[in-house]
């Protein structure tokens, strides 16, 4: 029989389950849209692979966690915001896991700081970028462990502490903004502190968070369709984990009990807010001169009780009073008046090119006498890391025009009746430097600081609501004396009893409680965040060997299939 080509034909026998093929092969179209090539094609494919619903998520969370900061303070949405940064990251690789981090920190960062743009837009984005790229890290961690070992909510609230571990501390001393313990300034998730500190507060936020991602993931997971028996039950222990683990810090007792010393609080404001506050030389000075002598009038006419000791602020002196006459005699003059001790916040010049942000308990009678000098400084603030370097690239160096020098003591002061952990401003955001003054007998927790660049911003409320925390977090009261405001006495409760307004001058003068004993978190110090670091670093670890043990049985059932 003639064959053409194109014709098949059927085949019989033991080969007949051999499927009929054809005489010819047709060529293989085309591709409609051929891969581009070069930069342009690298980039639309890399678009491509982006997770975008992922990225938007995260981005949101972050802003979330935004708002639950000053000026907002919407403190109950770090919650869900931190839920949806894990939701976003689930199932993702690690590479997904550092874009997915990375835009949460921007969400998160770029508004929380943005109170720096007075001082430059350049420093501004560079401190949020820099701060996301530690989110990125975080978000790297979750994406290989959410999910995937057992337990993994407590890994993400360990890893969370991780984050800020490392944040806190390096380069240049870290930056402690953003951490979740202090979008809780007074709420039920504060009172853990007093158990493990500022770290248990963000373990406590965080693992209610992963907790509240189990359960949306849940129901996700099914719908629309029904919801299973299995499924109800998990998200109905998930949602009691989310509402217990917040009810077990209510559990925690507020301290409220101590002696009581009057306090005074001298807040003179400055000549005008701005990376130029400081003004004129010695009216910052002259201004808390002034407050002071209209507090010596009020209690001579009996306008208010006689004060045990009076706090000025940082910079409250803005020149040297041991290299300035005037000013010695006059802060020596206003501490006789009183008739009792001033804690002065002054700059003191260390040789032709330093200085020093320095407290000095000035007597009434012997004068100035013991000195705690800032020891954690504020790099581009307080000092210029590689000065000449960055002389070449910026002339904002000019805004430091000298560098300040770090002390090395610490700041415990007799100030009267009352012994005194004096910190200075930046310093409340760090828990060594708070933590070691009430260690050595800190009674009462003094923070000196001057906030006049920051006027109007959301720092100063930021700033407070570090020191609610570290109220409760060490059982002390809080006395905030500010330059310009905010001025406030906080009791060890964490409740704020007074405050005062923004560039005015102003005068607390009240009882203010002390106390001498130690909470958990005292005596534990730094041995929780570390514990939370180091588990959340093996977490990722078990992670990493759980997922090549499942990847090598794979391979091995795929091998057998073969066989």
Known sequence: MDRRPGDTHEVRGPVAAVATVPSTTQPAPLPSNPPQRGLRGRLRRLAQRVPWPAVGLAFAGGLGLDAAFAPLQW??????????????????????????????????????????HVVTPAAWIALA??????????????AVVVGKVPGWPVWVACLWVGEELVRDRWPLGGFSWGRLAFSQPN?????????????????????????????????????????????????????????????????????????????????????QPGTHFLGRAEQVLDNHLAETALLTAKVRSGQLPQPQLVLWPENASDVDPFETPKAYTAIQDAASAI?????????????????????????????????????????????????????????????????????????TLQV???????????????????????????????????????????????????SQLRAIEHGRSVVIAATSGISAVIGPDGRVQAETSELTPAIIDMPVTLRSDRTLADHLGAAPEWLFGILGMVSIVAALVRGRSRHNGDRNIDAETVV
């Open 187 to 271: 709420t039920p998730f504060t009172r853990f502190a007093a158990l493990g500190g500022a770290p248990l507060v963000t373990f406590a936020v965080a693992l209610t968070a992963a907790f509240l991602a189990v359960a949306v993931w849940a129901v996700i997971a099914v719908w629309p369709r029904r919801l299973h028996r299995s499924v109800i039950v998990r998200v109905v222990v998930t949602t009691l984990a989310v509402v217990g683990v917040p009810m077990l810090g209510l559990a925690v007792p507020r301290p409220t009990s101590g002696a009581a010393v009057q306090i005074a609080v001298i807040q003179g404001n400055v000549p």
């Open 339 to 411: 008739g009792v001790p001033i804690l002065v916040g002054a700059v003191l010049q260390d040789g032709p090119d330093n200085a020093s942000n320095t407290g000095i308990v000035w007597d009434p009678i012997t004068g100035p006498g013991q000195r705690y000098t800032k020891r954690h400084l504020v790099p581009f603030g307080e000092y210029m890391p590689l000065r000449g370097l960055i002389s070449h690239l910026t002339n904002l160096t000019t805004l430091v025009p000298q560098n300040f020098l770090p002390g090395h003591s610490v700041g």
């Open 129 to 142: 970028v820099i701060s996301s790229v530690y989110v990125a890290a975080l978000g790297c961690a979750l």
């Open 75 to 116: 403190w109950p949405v770090a919650v869900p915001a931190t839920a949806a940064i894990v939701l976003a990251v689930r199932g993702r690789s690690w590479q997904a896991g550092l874009l997915i981090g990375f835009a949460a920190g921007l969400g998160e960062f770029l508004p929380l700081v943005s109170w720096l």
């Open 416 to 466: 009267g009746p009352a012994t005194v952990a004096d910190v200075m401003c930046f310093e409340v955001a760090f828990d060594e430097q708070v933590r070691d003054g009430v260690d050595h007998g800190g009674q009462v927790i003094v923070v000196q600081t001057n906030n006049a660049t920051y006027m109007h911003t959301a720092e100063t409320r930021q700033q407070l609501a570090m």
